[in-house]
Protein backbone atom coordinates (compact mmCIF):
# COMPACT_ATOMS: atom_id res chain seq x y z
CA UNK A 1 0.00 0.00 0.00
CA UNK A 2 3.02 2.21 0.75
CA UNK A 3 5.93 2.86 -1.97
CA UNK A 4 8.91 4.79 -0.70
CA UNK A 5 11.46 6.11 -3.41
CA UNK A 6 14.46 8.70 -3.29
CA UNK A 7 17.01 7.34 -1.06
CA UNK A 8 20.62 7.50 -2.00
CA UNK A 9 24.01 8.49 -0.95
CA UNK A 10 24.73 12.00 -0.15
CA UNK A 11 27.74 13.86 1.38
CA UNK A 12 27.60 15.65 4.81
CA UNK A 13 25.51 18.45 4.28
CA UNK A 14 23.54 17.60 0.71
CA UNK A 15 19.82 17.27 0.21
CA UNK A 16 17.50 14.33 -0.88
CA UNK A 17 13.70 13.96 -1.24
CA UNK A 18 11.93 10.92 -0.92
CA UNK A 19 8.49 10.42 -2.29
CA UNK A 20 5.74 8.07 -0.48
CA UNK A 21 2.88 6.78 -2.63
CA UNK A 22 0.01 5.33 -0.89
CA UNK A 23 -2.39 3.33 -2.89
CA UNK A 24 -5.19 4.79 -0.96
CA UNK A 25 -5.47 6.73 2.01
CA UNK A 26 -8.36 5.55 4.12
CA UNK A 27 -6.65 7.27 7.70
CA UNK A 28 -5.45 10.86 8.08
CA UNK A 29 -1.56 10.24 8.64
CA UNK A 30 1.06 9.66 6.55
CA UNK A 31 4.45 9.75 8.70
CA UNK A 32 8.12 9.24 7.93
CA UNK A 33 10.17 7.57 10.20
CA UNK A 34 13.58 6.29 10.08
CA UNK A 35 15.69 3.34 11.48
CA UNK A 36 19.64 2.95 12.04
CA UNK A 37 21.58 -0.61 12.14
CA UNK A 38 20.67 -1.97 16.50
CA UNK A 39 18.28 1.37 17.06
CA UNK A 40 14.42 1.41 17.09
CA UNK A 41 12.38 2.95 14.48
CA UNK A 42 12.35 6.80 15.32
CA UNK A 43 9.65 9.25 14.07
CA UNK A 44 10.84 12.18 11.58
CA UNK A 45 7.42 14.01 10.44
CA UNK A 46 3.90 13.33 9.81
CA UNK A 47 1.29 15.25 8.11
CA UNK A 48 -2.21 15.69 8.40
CA UNK A 49 -4.57 15.11 5.50
CA UNK A 50 -7.57 17.63 7.83
CA UNK A 51 -5.41 20.87 7.56
CA UNK A 52 -2.21 19.52 5.76
CA UNK A 53 -0.56 20.20 9.46
CA UNK A 54 3.15 18.98 10.17
CA UNK A 55 5.19 18.05 13.08
CA UNK A 56 8.61 17.23 13.08
CA UNK A 57 11.07 15.37 15.11
CA UNK A 58 13.56 18.01 17.13
CA UNK A 59 16.53 16.24 15.46
CA UNK A 60 14.99 17.48 12.44
CA UNK A 61 13.58 20.47 12.47
CA UNK A 62 14.42 23.69 10.26
CA UNK A 63 16.21 20.80 7.55
CA UNK A 64 13.57 18.60 6.84
CA UNK A 65 10.31 19.47 5.26
CA UNK A 66 6.90 17.36 4.62
CA UNK A 67 4.54 18.16 2.32
CA UNK A 68 1.77 16.79 0.73
CA UNK A 69 1.02 16.43 -3.47
CA UNK A 70 -1.52 19.30 -4.46
CA UNK A 71 -2.48 17.12 -7.50
CA UNK A 72 -2.30 13.96 -5.61
CA UNK A 73 -3.14 13.46 -2.12
CA UNK A 74 -2.18 10.12 -1.65
CA UNK A 75 1.90 11.16 -2.65
CA UNK A 76 3.88 12.69 0.04
CA UNK A 77 7.60 14.21 0.13
CA UNK A 78 10.34 14.73 2.86
CA UNK A 79 12.67 17.29 1.84
CA UNK A 80 15.76 16.99 3.43
CA UNK A 81 18.84 19.33 3.56
CA UNK A 82 21.79 19.74 5.26
CA UNK A 83 22.10 16.08 5.59
CA UNK A 84 24.56 14.71 8.27
CA UNK A 85 26.12 11.01 9.04
CA UNK A 86 23.33 10.99 12.35
CA UNK A 87 20.52 11.07 9.60
CA UNK A 88 22.01 7.59 7.77
CA UNK A 89 18.95 5.20 7.97
CA UNK A 90 16.42 3.25 6.12
CA UNK A 91 13.43 5.55 5.93
CA UNK A 92 9.70 4.38 5.91
CA UNK A 93 6.79 5.87 5.47
CA UNK A 94 3.29 4.87 7.24
CA UNK A 95 -0.01 4.77 7.50
CA UNK A 96 -2.17 5.01 10.50
CA UNK A 97 -5.12 7.22 12.12
CA UNK A 98 -2.75 8.95 14.61
CA UNK A 99 -3.21 12.34 16.62
CA UNK A 100 -0.25 14.80 17.26
CA UNK A 101 0.58 13.95 20.76
CA UNK A 102 1.24 10.45 19.30
CA UNK A 103 2.56 10.64 15.61
CA UNK A 104 6.00 9.40 16.55
CA UNK A 105 5.11 5.87 18.14
CA UNK A 106 5.88 3.65 15.51
CA UNK A 107 3.92 0.31 16.95
CA UNK A 108 0.36 2.02 16.17
CA UNK A 109 0.78 2.58 12.73
CA UNK A 110 -1.27 -0.03 10.74
CA UNK A 111 0.81 0.08 7.67
CA UNK A 112 4.31 0.25 6.48
CA UNK A 113 6.47 1.07 3.21
CA UNK A 114 9.37 -1.71 2.43
CA UNK A 115 11.59 1.14 2.98
CA UNK A 116 14.33 3.49 1.36
CA UNK A 117 18.14 3.37 1.85
CA UNK A 118 19.33 6.97 3.03
CA UNK A 119 23.06 6.92 3.40
CA UNK A 120 25.05 10.35 4.49
CA UNK A 121 28.96 10.17 3.96
CA UNK A 122 31.38 12.31 6.52
Known amino acids: QLVESGGGLVHTGGSLTLSCAASKLTYHEISWFRQAPGKEREGVSCISSRDRSTWYADSVKGRFTMTRDNANKTVVYLQMNNLQPDDTAVYYC??????????????????WGQGTQVTVSS
Open 94 to 111: GLGVVQSSSWYIAPIYDY
